[in-house]
């Protein structure tokens, strides 16, 4: 079993769902809710919306949604064990030990046992790299400058020249053959056994924002290929979500993050007391780092290569780092390659000031579309002013591109009124349709096409919930077993009774389900609502509580057996609907006391 439900209870009233999601996500209230970027998907408007009052998420987007705990499960990565321990240990409240059903335990285990894993490779590879077998990788950190003390904060090691000291060793830790092949660090052959990944390379344990040991990256000592190698995915580690040096630059990152390339970088910057440098690992960045960026400050400077693959790795950067909410710089490193020989050669306090003196992220990337064009020529001026305009346009917020405007036409030397009404044209006759509407509309809604039956059901559901005198008003005309949904009637069911005993708690509707799935369909009932805006709340009450009514009365007449009396109430009820239309009666919800 899990937690008691007391404890689970305690754990979410002592979290505000508004506080822990606004640690994450840049809020901003909204009516009765809080609104802001999806942390689920990238988006350029906010549909991401969280109720104080119901403590639930969701996106009206990717559909996301869920209680406090879903929200750490599924930003942290986590199980709901950890979940509730991560909460609790926030709040302070000591929580027993937790009962887990036999498969349940055993997926917590493996993963245990494979952290455990990790951090018992890294120790070995980090006393390799002070043996005598290791002072090949030893003088390369050396010749690359690095203090013991880097070398040591970092847990830098060195993999041997033959592949099985790794294993050997961990077999003296008693893991299994099963578990060192699940951990992705060995491959297999009938013929000789077990092998590591790693050899004769100098290695750089990566570790989770919460400092644990979840991969690594290997560095070939020699000419073999490739010259860097990262360990696979695995149960613990997945590329796209994390980001190296994080460990330790979270709690320096309340200014700005530097986003270098290389562990290296990183490396280099942290010894010269740049200690908010990251990386992300072996491929470009991702959104799902920018996201993770987003959590910790919001500003990145990027420290990138001043070669051609460094400047195009910046453009495709930095519209991902403003999707993810972030403001984005670019320091130039020019004469040098890279932070780390830009330090090697000029200092600490040349790097400084370099980082101080970066450069829009935008406005780097307008000056870089300007050398694709011959600008003495009238011709191909006109053209790069105008994709100038179009850049501009991608700014839905009034002021911000206004700003921008003066910018742009600052620093390229074009008139300000010309270039206003040239987007002002572009905008009403260029941009294609769905950017005019995203301009426009405070939140994508992505749509799904969904059961009318369904959509109905889940649309009364929601008159309920926000005012239970609906509820009242017709309960005796429908039940919980008039909802043929699964999701919906056990929801519905769960709804009454808390209607009946006198207060709504919709984490606890969402709690029903096990699937995720389900989960998002319970959550979408205190979001969702369709009724059409232009009618009055009771009035849309009213068409929905009919609609509902008559596709009960068709089920129940498809489903006739014959008897005459059935068919009379049938086709009494159809009379009464028809009326209640006709005549245009509205329901009101009943006043509760």
Not at 404 to 422: G, N
Request: overall charge positive; charged content about 30%; hydrophobic content about 35%.
């Amino acid at each position: 079993m899990r937690y008691s439900q007391d404890v689970i209870e305690e754990v979410r009233s002592r979290n505000n769902i508004v506080d822990i999601i606004g640690e994450y996500v840049k809020l901003k209230k909204t009516g009765s809710r809080y609104t802001g970027l999806c942390p689920f998907h990238t988006e350029k408007t906010p549909s991401f919306s969280v109720d104080a009052d119901k403590q639930l998420y969701y996106c009206f987007g990717c559909h996301a949604s869920g209680d406090v705990f879903r929200f750490v499960q599924n930003y942290q990565n986590a199980t709901f064990t950890e979940a509730v321990r991560m909460l609790a240990d926030r709040a302070g409240i000591a929580v027993p030990e937790e009962t887990l059903s036999a498969a349940k335990r055993k997926e917590e285990e493996e993963k245990q046992n494979i952290l455990l894993l990790y951090k018992e490779a890294a120790k070995y590879y980090y006393y390799a790299l002070g043996s005598g077998e290791g002072k090949t990788g030893k003088a390369y950190l050396k010749k690359r400058g690095l203090t013991d003390e880097t070398i040591r904060k970092f847990g830098l090691g060195y993999a041997g020249k033959t592949s099985t000291g790794l294993y050997k060793y961990l077999k003296t830790k008693e893991f299994s053959d099963r578990l060192l092949t699940d951990s992705g660090l060995f491959k297999y052959n009938e013929k000789y056994g077990f092998s590591g990944l790693f050899w004769n390379r100098v290695m750089f344990p990566i570790f989770d924002a919460r400092g644990r040991v979840i991969g690594f990256g290997g560095r070939v000592m020699g000419d073999a290929k490739p010259k860097y190698l990262n360990s696979p995915d695995s149960a613990i580690f997945n590329k796209r979500l994390n980001l190296y040096g994080l460990h330790i630059a979270r709690s320096a990152a309340k200014e700005r993050i530097l986003l270098c390339e290389g562990y290296m970088d990183v490396i280099s910057m942290h010894q010269a007391g740049f200690a908010n440098a990251v990386a992300s690992l072996g491929t470009a960045l991702t959104p799902e780092q920018a996201r993770l960026i987003a959590r910790f400050t919001g500003e990145v400077v990027l420290m990138y290569d001043s070669d051609g693959a460094g400047v195009n790795a910046a453009l495709r950067a930095i519209p991902i780092l403003r999707d993810a909410g972030l403001s984005a710089k670019v320091a130039s490193l020019s004469p040098c390659k890279d932070p780390d020989e830009f330090v090697q050669k000029y200092g600490t306090e040349a790097l400084r000031e370099r980082i101080s003196a970066a450069e829009n992220g935008f406005l780097f990337s307008c000056r870089q579309m300007e050398k694709r064009y011959d600008i003495n020529d009238p011709a191909a001026k006109t053209k790069f002013e105008h994709a100038l305009a179009r850049r501009l346009l991608t700014f839905p917020d009034e002021i911000e591109r206004g700003n921008y405007l003066d910018a742009v036409c600052r620093q390229f030397r074009i008139p300000k009124e010309s270039m206003r009404r040239l987007v002002a044209k572009l905008a009403a006759v260029d941009l294609p349709a769905e950017e005019k509407e995203e301009e426009k509309a405070p939140a994508v809604r992505v749509r799904t096409k969904e059961d009318p039956g369904v959509l109905t059901e889940k649309r009364l559901l929601n008159f309920f919930t926000e005012d239970p005198g609906y509820y009242m008003a017709v309960k005796d005309r429908i039940r919980a077993d008039d909802f043929t949904d699964p999701v919906m009637r056990r929801a519905a069911e769960e709804i009454i009774r808390q209607i009946e005993n006198g207060k709504i708690d919709p984490p606890a509707v969402t709690a029903l389900f096990d699937s995720e799935e389900d989960e998002k369909k319970a959550a979408a009932i205190f979001f969702e609502n369709d009724a059409p805006k232009e009618q009055g709340r009771d009035e849309a009450f009213t068409e929905t509580v009919i609609r509902m009514l008559r596709i009960r009365n068709r089920r129940r007449t498809d489903g006739w057996n014959g008897d005459p009396v059935v068919f009379g109430e049938l086709l009494k009820e159809r009379k009464e609907l028809d009326e209640m239309q006709r005549g245009g009666v509205v329901l009101h919800p009943v006043k509760i006391h």
